[in-house]
């Protein structure tokens, strides 16, 4: 007969644990889904590592969604914010910290970029590595994970079809980013063209930010 084996719910993973279930139990979770054609994004990142292949620097997806982002902050700056359950008030930040999902051996990570709208490209992919590698050698000082009242939560290439994230609370917000797949598209003059297609995910705390509001600060994420 095999033996059941017992593992304790300690350390990290215990704190994700608890700061999850308090999200979903506080926090009245929504989801919006949509698609988005990768190609100007495709073609945008080959001409920047095109240019950095000498400096031997490659950029993901991830700065360049992160700039999207920091752009639909100032047109909704109430997704930019903190709930205080005590005050029952919205917090909304100035600076624009985004704070970044790490998986580690120990468990989910949140290391935040601060002040992200200062930084260009080059040194924003260079401020997400330090930080993830940070996060996975367990070096990350308590600064770099607070202050954070919004996360992307990225897997990669396999990041699946879509997901319905879980807000970091106190958050508002969570964005999913999911894996990237080449599929047949129909053209507005009804031509069949192959297209880099991914999907964005959103969950919102509807307290405080209506479906209209989600689904525009998505398309203009988009």
């Known amino acids: 007969t095999a033996v059941d084996q017992r593992i304790p719910i300690r350390g990290l993973r ?5 700061k999850m279930v308090k999200s979903k139990f506080t926090a009245p979770h929504y989801a919006f889904v949509e698609e ?17 292949a000498a400096e031997k620097q490659k950029l993901s997806f991830l700065p360049f969604i992160v700039k ?5 902050f100032k047109k909704f700056p109430q997704v930019n914010a903190n709930m205080d359950e005590a005050a029952q008030e919205l917090i909304v930040r100035g600076d624009f910290n985004i704070g970044i999902a790490a998986m580690t051996e120990q468990g989910l990570t949140v290391p935040v970029v601060k002040n992200a709208d200062r930084y ?10 330090r930080l993830g590698n940070a996060a996975r050698d367990q070096k990350l000082k308590l600064d770099e994970l607070t202050h954070g009242p919004f996360t992307i939560t990225s897997l990669g ?7 319905t994230p879980i807000i970091n609370h106190p958050e508002v917000a ?3 980013v999911h894996r990237m797949r080449k ?5 507005d003059d009804d031509r069949i063209v192959v297209k880099p297609i991914m999907l964005f995910s959103f969950c919102f705390d509807h307290r405080v930010i209506d479906g209209a509001t989600g689904a525009e600060f998505a398309y203009e994420v988009i």
């Open 68 to 72: 999207a982002v920091i752009a639909a």
């Open 120 to 129: 260009r490209l080059k040194q924003l992919g260079t401020e997400i590595t």
């Open 14 to 18: 215990k704190k994700i644990a608890e």
């Open 157 to 163: 290439t396999t990041g699946g079809l879509v997901a």
């Open 183 to 187: 599929r047949p598209v129909v053209t």
């Open 36 to 52: 988005v054609d990768a190609s100007a994004l495709v073609a945008m990142r080959n001409g920047f590592n095109e240019a950095l």
């Open 174 to 176: 969570i964005m999913g």
